[in-house]
């Protein structure tokens, strides 16, 4: 029997949205082959003990109560996991945003020499960090909005005149690592621009100023490594909001979802290998989720890779994986804990 310890919550934003995925997850691990281990990990980064029984029906039941030191609940969890042998014990680190998107937790787990789920160290910081992927895409010629970044000691007059100036309103501003759609906004004026950059560097210190693509945003879910890619058909929310905002994405109960997103079968092919093309430029492996536009000329615009989207039954990474495969979540992370003992032997 394989060994599972399913590591949630985390410091981030999107701490709730990581317990919803854990979920999921420990219910559609088979019990037949995995032994799961489930750890909650508190919003100041501390490690609760491993458990293994939860109330299925509620995610905040993973919330468990934890020490006040850090460093000793750390010390706690490698002196239980030093008994497993990593080569038939893995992790899967269910934690969205910062910590567990960025390459923290990745780190981590290199160090001690344990396989996990996803992408590692190197692309998990990359894609977390929109400027960088911005210009990694760039130098791999990969069609993308117009784009400036500043941080926060830089922040001035000029630079809100140069976004203007070789941009053009309107724009989209996001904090250049955050998730979820936290903290962006788009705007119409070099007031709102100003603004929109001051609320943005409440979630970070580097700030990302991009065009408007007028398109419908698309996600796409790729699975596998190098050439070996699988590629979802394309999945998108159908909102009246000018662009996919938190509220658009979450509360707004006039947006529809389209699960697979209707377009021709020409450009669906399309879209699914321009997805592969920017998850391969970003040094991808495993599975991520590509958002791209698509505009009415039929063009495709990269936005962002989610290195580890939601597995909530709601998240579109989840259902567009057991629709490409028509097969069930339980397979679908089978899959994927196959290629995290690959990758790491």
């Not at 109560?65 to 080569?87: G, R, V």
């Not at 400027?131 to 130098?139: A, G, L, M, Q, Y």
């Not at 955050?178 to 950059?197: F, H, M, Y």
């Not at 970070?204 to 991009?210: C, G, I, Q």
């Amino acid at each position: 029997m394989i060994n599972v310890y399913l590591l949630c919550g985390g410091p981030s934003s999107e701490h709730d949205i990581s317990l919803r995925s854990a979920l999921n997850i420990s219910k559609n691990l088979s019990k037949e082959k995995y032994n799961t281990k489930i750890v909650y990990i508190d919003k100041n980064g501390v490690f609760s003990k491993s458990f293994d029984y939860i109330d299925s029906s509620d995610e905040f039941s993973l919330v468990k109560e934890t020490i006040s030191n850090k460093a000793k609940s750390i010390a706690n969890f490698l002196s239980e996991i030093k008994d497993y042998n990593p080569d038939n014990t893995i992790i899967i680190p269910a934690i969205h945003g910062t910590y567990g998107e960025d390459g923290t937790i990745q780190g981590f787990l290199d160090c001690i020499g344990y396989p996990y789920l996803g992408n590692g160290l190197l692309s998990s910081a990359i894609c977390m960090d929109k400027v960088t992927t911005n210009d990694i895409f760039e130098k791999n010629k990969i069609s993308q909005a117009k784009y400036l970044y500043t941080y926060k000691d830089d922040f001035n007059d000029d630079f809100v005149n140069k976004c203007i100036d070789e941009i053009g309103l309107p724009l989209i501003v996001k904090p250049s690592a955050n998730g979820s759609s936290v903290g962006v906004s788009k705007v119409e004026d070099k007031e709102q621009l100003k603004n929109a950059v001051k609320e943005a560097f409440e979630f970070d210190k580097k700030v990302l100023v991009e065009e408007l693509i007028d398109g419908q945003e698309i996600e796409i879910a790729i699975i596998g490594d190098g050439n070996s890619l699988d590629a979802s058909m394309p999945a998108a929310y159908i909102t009246n909001h000018r662009f996919l905002d938190y509220d658009a994405k979450y509360f707004d109960k006039e947006t529809i979802e389209e699960i697979p997103f209707n377009m021709e079968r020409v450009y669906q092919k399309e879209a699914m290998e321009f997805a592969k093309e920017c998850y391969k430029a970003a040094g991808c492996s495993g599975f991520a989720r590509v958002d791209i536009f698509y505009t009415n000329e039929h063009k495709f615009f990269v936005n962002e890779i989610n290195t580890f989207p939601g597995f909530t039954p709601s998240s579109f990474f989840a259902r567009l994986a057991m629709l490409m495969y028509n097969k069930s979540f339980g397979y679908v992370l089978d899959k994927l804990i196959e290629d995290g003992f690959r990758r790491f032997k």
